[in-house]
């Protein structure tokens, strides 16, 4: 359980914008454990999804690019591998799925034929098997009438259901890796709380691990064993989550703890972080959370804090903790 499966090492992303470079992410280092879940949670733009599209290389080239860092998969180096081998890892060793299955589904074809592409691609079954390995993923992933979801097209389907085709494709090559992009963001809340949970499911059937990307640290709390809070590019707070949410150090995790609608549903959001998610090319000086922080002192400013280790595995980004 405790050995790891991948393994990204100061970690940078930066797109060319009027001809300057700016750095979306900022020398991120994260492991995931075989069999294990880390959740990577902040607000919009901190750059989660650049995150994990680098370690697909799936970073847009240009304006994108991987400026740095070392991303170690079993005993693969990502970074350095050419676009063929990158290709022939992505989709079936590591999958991605995302909030907006359109993006993965394409309208024109049927679920069947985009499902098959991906076993043919990397030669999953022969083909005269793909029909029924198409079909019994289809019925793992809670589709009540496989055949007729395989011949249809992504538009006839509710979201919920294309969500689970998008599954369903990401799952057909046994990846070691599931990569969930805020993958229930765009569903409305019963239908988010079925796919959290066959998530959950089949990442201990198929013994997979999982990087699970949300705003929402309430959904973290209940999936990922580690939780890593990202701001302005940068982790601010990482440990085991059940640490995290006993002992959250940084103001900014705190800030999206108190964020999470409480017991009382009735009241939707108690509080929202006051302030602005910096824009790539404005970020503050010293800590970049420093202007909406309600616990900042002056040298918040100045000094760039590193990341401190407190035991427990658990680090923090804070100058409190110094
Ligand atoms: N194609 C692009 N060109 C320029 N900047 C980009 C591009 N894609 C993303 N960015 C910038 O990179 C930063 C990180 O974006 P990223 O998509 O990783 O954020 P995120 O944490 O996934 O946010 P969200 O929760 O909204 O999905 C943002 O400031 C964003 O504006
Ligand atoms: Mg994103």
């Known amino acids: 359980m405790s050995s790891s499966l991948l393994t990204c090492n100061d970690l940078h992303v930066g797109f060319t914008l009027e001809n300057e470079f700016v750095e979306a992410v900022r ?22 999804s650049m995150t994990a599209l680098a370690l697909m ?5 240009p304006p994108g690019k991987i400026s740095g860092g070392r991303i170690r998969f079993r005993e693969t180096d ?26 993965s589904l394409n309208p024109v074809y049927t679920c069947r034929h985009q499902i098959k592409e991906v076993i043919l691609q990397h030669g999953i079954t022969p083909v005269d098997q793909a029909d029924g390995l198409i079909e019994s993923i289809l019925a793992e992933v809670g589709i009540p009438e496989p055949k007729r979801t395989a011949d249809s097209y992504p538009h006839q389907l509710s979201g919920g259901m294309r969500q689970r085709v998008m599954i369903a494709m990401a799952l057909v090559g046994n990846p070691a890796l599931l990569i969930a992009d805020e993958p229930t963001t765009a569903l409305d809340v019963t ?132």
Do not use: W
């Open 27 to 48: 020398g991120v280092t994260f492991s995931i454990d075989e069999q294990a879940t880390l959740g990577i949670v902040g607000e919009s733009g901190c750059g989660k």
């Open 191 to 322: 239908v988010q709380s079925k796919i959290l949970d066959l998530l959950l499911d089949l990442q201990e059937k198929k013994r997979m691990s999982m990087l699970l990307i949300t705003h929402n640290l309430g959904i973290v709390g209940d999936i990922a064993h580690d939780v890593m809070v990202m701001y302005a590019g940068m982790v601010m707070e990482y440990a085991p989550s059940t640490v995290l949410f006993d002992e959250p150090l940084h103001p900014y995790t705190v800030n999206l703890l108190e964020t999470l609608p409480g017991i009382d549903t009735r009241k939707e959001r108690l509080t929202i972080i006051p302030g602005e998610v910096p824009t790539l090319r404005n970020i503050p000086s010293g800590c970049p959370f420093h202007p909406r922080c309600s616990r900042s002192m002056p040298r918040c400013a100045i000094d760039s804090p590193p990341l401190l280790d407190r035991g427990n595995s658990h680090t923090v980004r804070c100058l409190l903790y110094e």
């Open 78 to 103: 990502l970074l350095a591998l050419p676009p063929q081998q990158i290709r022939m890892i992505r989709g079936k060793e590591i999958s991605m799925i995302f909030q907006d299955p359109m993006t």
């Open 57 to 61: 290389r799936l970073v847009p080239e």
